[in-house]
């Protein structure tokens, strides 16, 4: 009996337990609201350009997330867990990727879609096959093409806080043609340096969240150095992005043709909802590969799908769409890269 106790009392030396095996304090709650963090420099300039209407659409957009995900879990019969910062993350996303006249029911609709089809009824958070948010944006822009492509001048930079309507840079090139679009361009800025000025700090048109690039900068430099992201998505999509735009300069939408190696890596680069979706939908834990080579796979096929979706669709945007595309890859792309087993000998035939 003495020998039987002395036996329990001994610490296990080996403990066998379920992956994974390297933990730290990180936790799903606050990577999901350091992200949201990372988006305060953004969403502030987004209501400094476009006014209390940007307030109201990034607002309407976070409850509604909230709300579709706090009811959606309450009929599934599941905890109520939107403290997590997932459902709200997602509602902060699909605002930034919206123009500020849009009509504030659009991003009600958005989130529904998002939260309650792309998310809870695939069984909820870590069990979605697309980003939510992205899904969002992609049903409203196919449903109300007009509402959702319809952009307005920053209200900072209007004499009054009349809503004028205005074409992105991107929309600009795609119409009139790389020659036309730059003369218009350099009409609306008065220089090539002042127009790659006023994209950078976000006084121009576009969504929300797209049009201030060194406000995204600043949240993706907090979200590398915080480790949480990592740059291999990131960078491979933005340097594929802007390798192609060189090359496969931009269609003349008369003749048809396109001149190659004279495109403009920079415009394409500040333009659009490039950087938002690089920096922060592209790397969604979820959606994306777990192996680093897949991830720079991953990253450069998001960059060619939205170069051919900018240089030969119908819209002058492509990153949304790229990205969910290549969401449909992600299991392929970590079986494809999957490491050889330690010790494994290919059988010859």
């Keep these: 009996m003495e020998a039987i106790k002395k036996e329990e009392t001994l610490s296990p030396k080996l403990i066998v337990s379920v992956g994974p095996h390297v933990k730290d304090e990180e936790t799903i709650q606050r990577i999901m609201w350091s992200v949201s963090l990372a988006l305060l420099p953004s969403s502030v300039m987004a209501a400094y350009y476009f006014g209390p209407r940007a307030l109201a659409v990034m607002i309407v957009s976070i409850l509604s997330a909230l709300g579709a995900e706090a009811v959606t879990q309450k009929v599934m019969g599941k905890p109520i867990a939107i403290s997590d910062g997932s459902a709200f993350l997602t509602g902060l996303l699909l605002s930034l990727n919206l123009p500020s006249g849009i009509p504030l029911y659009l991003p009600i609709i958005g989130n529904v879609v998002a939260i309650v089809i792309t998310k809870q009824l695939f069984g909820g958070l870590g069990f979605n096959v697309f980003n939510p948010a992205l899904i969002g944006r992609a049903l409203l822009l196919t449903s109300w093409p007009r509402l959702m492509t319809t952009w307005y001048k920053p209200v900072a930079s209007l004499t009054s806080l009349d809503a004028i309507t205005t074409a992105t840079p991107l929309g600009v090139i795609k119409e009139a043609g790389a020659v ?157 890269f999957k490491r050889r087993k330690f010790g494994f000998v290919k059988e010859r035939k």
């Design 180 to 336: 036309k679009g730059m003369e218009e361009l350099l009409k609306q800025f008065g220089s090539i340096s002042n127009m790659y000025t006023e994209m950078l700090i976000g006084n121009r048109a576009g969504s929300l969240g797209e049009t201030s690039i060194i406000a995204l900068l600043i949240g993706a430099a907090f979200l590398l150095y915080k480790r949480y992201i990592t740059w291999h998505i990131p960078f491979s999509f933005l340097a594929t992005v802007a390798v192609l735009s060189w090359v496969v300069g931009v269609k003349d939408p008369v003749t048809g043709n396109i001149s190659f190696f004279t495109g403009d890596p920079l415009l394409s680069l500040l333009s659009g909802g490039l950087i938002l979706g690089a920096f922060f939908m592209a790397t969604d834990y979820v959606t994306v590969p777990v192996l680093r080579r897949a991830q720079i796979a991953f990253g450069i096929g998001c960059g060619l799908l939205t170069i051919l979706i900018r240089r030969f669709g119908g819209y002058p945007e492509g990153v949304c769409y790229a990205i969910l595309l290549m969401n449909c890859f992600t299991p392929l792309l970590d079986r494809w």
